[in-house]
């Protein structure tokens, strides 16, 4: 097998790579540009921004849960660098659509800014849905079977590092509304012309018959997928990280702004420090496994997981707060003495959270036929979209109720240890497949000599 980085040398991988990078960049720069302005410009009250933050999220969800099994069927019976090239053109009006609300704002209008600046968030996530099986079920098809590990760890650091970079953009120029336009319009626009680049991927199966109908897609399509063991716990196990992620990212700002009580830049650095911390575990988990496509790792990984989430929260307790009226930049938040290991304990969040999920997603996609590789991955978008949308809603209800940021991280906690029992269930199931698949691989040889 070749070195993974060796991938970006490659025209079968390097523009898939660079236009879902340059994708991720801009929805996270335009959703946390939008998020900071109503943290730290509109609302004033923990509630009312925790609230706004699970409102997004979950409305950016929702095209997940809703469009899923047609995207699937799409990316399966239709060539899926065509829907590639189709959808960045459509990011291009989103994008447009976005930049209106955040211009409107200047105004000082608030009720229309945010009602255009939210349906660019449906449509960023309606442009998201139909991307997302195709960046991972085109890996099969384009890359040899030793590969798709790498492939699929690099397109897992590479997102997350693009939403770190949108992310750090976002907290320096979210005030800008000039700037946070020209950034995203741009990048939408090379998104585009970078996607032209990817080589043809056509349909390997027979052509579809396409079930417009969304619920009934959907049932379709998951109890086509959920009924074969091993897809069912990976999907379930890939759900439970996606709706602990999310957790975390509403939980985040409110926490940076009312607990740390530091400034949007701040916001923006803890999520950025988030996402690079899954970077850096998608690339991890890639060397220890050496392309080897398992879950072994992955129990372990989410405990490692919950157990640093409890030391976050015991460090986060100790934090000495500014004073009374006052809010920490990042240089004085990272001169404080708690800095170092508030910083840190996010950090590895993040990495065992990035070494549990990337095998998941390699799973999926080598397990089935190449001909179904994005009806499966679709099949896991509306169960992982599912799990977020009800996520996003209890975290709604919970703060709403008095929950704090903080104490939303003891919740999360919890759900690993629930995420790891999945996980070695899942690692049991994959160990008798793979014993299953030599013998039978055995036995055909046998039968040909």
């Not at 990078?21 to 109503?38: I, Q, S, Y």
């Not at 990976?234 to 009312?258: D, E, M, Q, R, Y």
């Not at 989430?309 to 000495?320: E, H, I, P």
């Not at 299953?436 to 040909?448: I, L, R, S």
Request: glycine share 8%.
């Amino acid at each position: 097998m070749i070195n993974s980085l060796g991938l970006l040398k490659r025209r079968r991988f390097l523009p898939l790579f660079t236009t879902q990078f340059m994708g991720a960049f801009n929805d996270n720069l335009f959703k946390t540009a939008m998020v900071l302005f109503a943290t730290y410009e509109i609302f004033n009250d923990e509630r009312q921004e925790g609230f706004f933050n699970a409102l997004a999220a979950g409305i950016f969800v929702l095209p997940f849960f809703l469009l899923s099994a047609l995207a699937g069927q799409l990316a399966d019976t239709t060539d899926k660098t065509r829907i590639i090239r189709v959808v960045k053109l459509a990011e291009i009006v989103i994008m447009a659509v976005g930049c209106a609300g955040l211009f409107l704002a200047l105004t000082g209008a608030v009720t229309l800014p945010l009602a255009l600046m939210l349906l660019a968030v449906v449509g960023l996530g309606i442009h998201s849905t139909f991307f997302g099986p195709i960046k991972y079920a085109i890996l099969p098809q384009h890359l040899d079977d030793e590969d798709v590990l790498g492939g699929t760890g690099l397109v897992e650091a590479g997102t997350y590092l693009s939403i770190l970079f949108g992310t750090i953009v976002a907290g320096f120029i979210y005030k800008s509304t000039l700037l946070v336009a020209a950034v995203t319009l741009t990048v939408a626009f090379f998104g585009y012309l970078i996607a032209r680049e990817i080589p043809p991927a056509p349909r390997l199966g027979p052509k579809l018959t396409l079930d417009w109908n969304p619920f009934r897609a959907s049932w379709n399509l998951i109890s086509g997928t959920m009924h074969v063991p091993r897809l069912f716990l990976a999907i379930c196990a890939i759900s439970f990280f996606w709706t602990i992620g999310s957790v975390l990212i509403i939980a985040f700002p409110p926490l940076v702004k009312n607990v740390l009580t530091a400034d949007a830049s701040v916001a923006s650095l803890v999520l950025g420090i988030f996402s690079i911390g899954v970077a850096i575990g998608s690339v991890v988990i890639n060397l220890l496994l050496r392309g080897t496509i398992s879950a072994r790792y992955s129990p372990a990984s989410v405990i490692a997981m919950g157990a640093t989430v409890l030391v976050f929260w015991a460090v986060v307790r100790l934090w000495t707060p500014a004073p009374a009226g006052r809010l920490y930049g990042v240089a004085e938040f990272v001169a404080q003495a708690q800095a170092v290991p508030v910083l840190f304990t996010l950090l590895m969040v993040a990495v065992f959270g990035g070494m549990f999920v990337v095998p998941l997603y390699a799973y999926l996609t080598t397990t089935v036929s190449k001909d179904q590789t994005a009806r499966t991955v679709a099949a896991n978008n509306v169960v992982n979209s599912g799990a977020m949308t009800f996520g996003s809603a209890a975290v709604a209800g919970i703060m709403a109720a008095g929950v704090t940021a903080s104490q939303l991280l003891i919740v999360v906690a919890g759900m690993c240890l629930v995420a790891a029992w999945i996980a070695r269930k899942l690692h049991l199931a994959c160990s008798a497949y793979r014993l299953e698949d030599e013998a039978v691989k055995a036995g055909e040889k046998g039968a040909e000599a």
